[in-house]
């Protein structure tokens, strides 16, 4: 059976991709990023709250501001604007923090005309995953110790080819991965999660078994709501998907906007295993 992301549902997660979705217990965004803080960021030269104190958003902020009052609220373009502003920003923090940064917007990762992704479950289901994540990210740190990262020339053109599936999990061994998927205002943000969730799924079906990802960390938004979350294959008869409670945020409030940038930043620099068990740990 083949389906494209945008066509998975629940019953497809659950039943031919053997995934079970737990909701996190975390009470606000505040306590979320306290708790992903603590013991995070020991690639950072220096303690982490005088990094993220120093990180001035009042310019982003302003950006952002002109968005919300000029920009028609409903088309998914809107959605991408605003995320557009805050990747910018968090690349540039890594580029100041001597993090290495690569960006794949519509990362095409398993189209229909070469290999989709081949998820096996209980010798029972066989399932194709066909389509593109709106942005994947991978860094590289000091504690990777791969100061020049060259991802983005695994992928020419933003091609989906056997070849550039043999380049690209050997590329990204042992380096933080990143799912980032959007949609437009108004939606029912978590109706989307199976998208995400197939996404992150067929990513991992592309690695090879030499160089496997088995925890993928994944963020869903409309720009002012956000669902963070995180699939963990790593036990074979245990995969599931865990995932933060949807949190509103005004994108025109500094300490908002900032809560946010922090999260990205961890999601798209930390390892997998660390964040999974700082939000099982809430």
Known sequence: MAI????????????????????????S???????????????????IKDIM????????????????????KSPEARTRTIVDLL???IVRFCDRNSIE????PE????????????????????TYLTGTADYASVTSTSMNKRTELRIAETIPGGSDTPSTWEKFPRAVQGLPINITELKKKGVELRNHLPQAVGECVA????????????????????GERWIFGIVDCSEEDNKRCLTTPEFSVDMMDTRAVKNILILLFFWATE???????????Q
């Open 29 to 47: 965004l505040e306590s979320l990023v306290n708790g992903i803080s603590q013991g995070a960021g020991i690639y950072l030269n220096k303690p």
């Open 4 to 27: 494209s992301f945008s066509h998975l549902t629940n019953a497809h997660i659950t039943t031919r991709l053997g995934i079970s979705m737990v909701i996190s217990h975390i009470l």
């Open 107 to 126: 990362f095409p990762i398993s189209q229909a005309e070469h290999t989709p992704g081949m998820v096996m479950h209980s010798e029972k289901y066989i």
């Open 203 to 222: 990513l991992r079906s592309k690695a090879s078994d030499r160089f496997p990802m088995h925890i993928v960390p994944f963020c869903l938004t409309t």
């Open 101 to 104: 940064a690569a960006v794949f």
């Open 53 to 72: 104190t120093a990180w001035d958003v009042s310019l982003l902020v302003d950006m952002l501001t002109a968005v919300e009052r000029s920009f028609n």
């Open 87 to 89: 990747i910018i920003d």
């Open 271 to 281: 390892d997998a295993s660390v964040l999974l068990r700082r939000i099982s740990d």
